[in-house]
């Protein structure tokens, strides 16, 4: 790997690992703060809008700057939005704002890799980026638990700078203060990332040509013979993966009688199965052979209705851990297929915001699909069965769709592979 691999990892690694304990003192923010009930679960969708919303803009931004100045940028309004929230902005509006920096960071994360590294290395790197990515939600959730937490809260709302008079007096306060600079951290690291020799695209500021533009790429990377599997593949994972922390906790607690503190920690064993997953994909995984594991998409969803079966947390914790790693090795290489066809057909940062936005609109459809059964009165274990169903369901229309690709449009498939695999040389 090329040395600026690592400084994007480092600053990916600070970036998430901040994004991920802010989540855990903006919901500590608002109940002590006496905010309704509602607005806590309202968090996750607030930080997913804009990559919705703006994915037509961000992606030609991207494409129109330098990444790693994109990514500063980023960092920059991220640190924004932690500032919104010391200073008196609703916590829902401010976290907004650090969805509106993570939203724009995305598409020059994932896309500076398809500038920096050859396509060989694509699935390697996306092992690796996946991977830390995972690692730091993990570190994060964890971190802001011990910046809220009576141990560590007390020690930093101690710290008394001479000259400077805050009004930081609440362990959620003095922890958002603290992950200012983590992101910080983040940017100094940004700022070390190496200009590319792809070359810039100009930057429209009419937004009707950038929606028209970000339609347009959408359409094309969903004729793409290979660009549409990858895509539907990784948008069905994300949508799953997105909303299975949130499954988690109802089943461990009608199935293994867990609290919501015990139940944390069996998500945290899922990401772990990802982690795992994503190495392992990393090296045994090449380019041309990314769609032999769409059936791994068609486990996933039989794995989620096997959850219903569990009732001892013996056998519960190497269940997460298998169902993690299937997924961890289904989205690793189609993830890199996605960017090698989309840099070919678009260039990087346009591709990535429409897989951003796929895959954002499908967290938020499942999400409110399995919200909506509940609402009904369905109980958690026929909730999570019709969940599973569902996505089995779509993975093995997904299959058959590139079996149908395979036989009516070989010629095409064949060429689109034999790219993939010269570029591995």
């Not at 990332?193 to 028209?212: E, G, K, Y």
């Not at 948008?235 to 293994?256: E, H, K, M, S």
């Not at 690709?405 to 993939?420: G, K, Q, S």
Request: net charge positive.
């Amino acid at each position: 790997m090329k040395k600026g691999f690592y400084t994007i990892m480092s600053a990916q690694f600070c970036s998430s690992l901040a994004d991920n304990a802010l989540l855990v003192a903006a919901i500590e923010l608002l109940k002590t703060t006496g905010a309704p009930a509602w607005e806590v679960p309202a968090l996750t969708p607030m930080f997913a809008l804009f990559y919705v919303i703006l994915a037509p803009f961000v992606g030609a931004f991207a494409d129109a700057v330098p990444k790693g100045k994109v990514m500063f940028i980023s960092n920059a309004i991220k640190v924004g939005g932690c500032l919104m929230m010391l200073f008196g902005a609703h916590p829902l509006l401010a976290y907004a704002v650090v969805g509106l920096g993570a939203a724009a960071y995305s598409p020059a994360k994932y896309g500076i890799l398809t500038e920096l590294l050859p396509p060989s290395q694509l699935v390697k790197a996306n092992g690796w980026i996946e991977g830390l990515t995972i690692g730091s939600i993990i570190l994060g959730i964890l971190l802001g638990g011990q910046l809220i937490g009576p141990k560590l809260s007390p020690i930093l709302l101690g710290i008394d700078v001479p000259w400077i008079e805050t009004s930081i007096n609440t362990s959620p306060e003095v922890a958002i203060a603290a992950l200012i600079f983590v992101y910080m951290i983040a940017a100094a690291f940004n700022l070390y990332i190496p200009r590319t020799d792809a070359p810039l695209q100009v930057l429209s500021w009419n937004a009707v040509f950038l929606v028209r533009d970000f339609s347009a790429c959408n359409a094309r990377l969903w004729d793409d013979k290979l660009g549409q599997i990858s895509l539907a593949t990784t948008t069905i994972f994300w949508g799953v993966g997105g909303n299975l922390r949130v499954i988690v906790f109802p089943w461990a607690a009608v199935a293994l009688g867990y609290s919501t503190t015990q139940a944390s920690s069996l998500a945290g064993v899922v990401t772990i199965g990802m982690a795992c997953g994503c190495v392992l994909a990393s090296m045994r995984m090449r380019l041309d052979r990314a769609t032999a594991v769409i059936p791994l998409g068609i486990l996933m969803g039989l794995l989620i209705i096997g959850l219903n079966a569990i009732r001892d947390i013996w056998l519960a914790v190497p269940f997460l851990i298998l169902l993690g790693l299937a997924g961890g090795f289904l989205v690793v290489p189609m993830n890199a297929l996605l960017q090698h066809r989309g840099h070919n057909l678009m260039g990087a940062g346009r591709s990535i915001a429409v897989q951003n936005f796929n895959e954002q609109a499908c967290i938020l459809g499942l999400g409110a699909f399995y919200t909506g059964m509940t609402r009904l009165g369905l109980s958690a274990f026929t909730a999570i069965a019709l969940f599973g169903m569902v996505v089995a369901g779509v993975m093995e229309l997904v299959r058959r769709w590139h079996a149908r690709n395979c036989v009516h449009h070989r010629d095409e498939v064949e060429r689109l592979l034999a790219i993939a695999r010269s570029d591995r040389h």
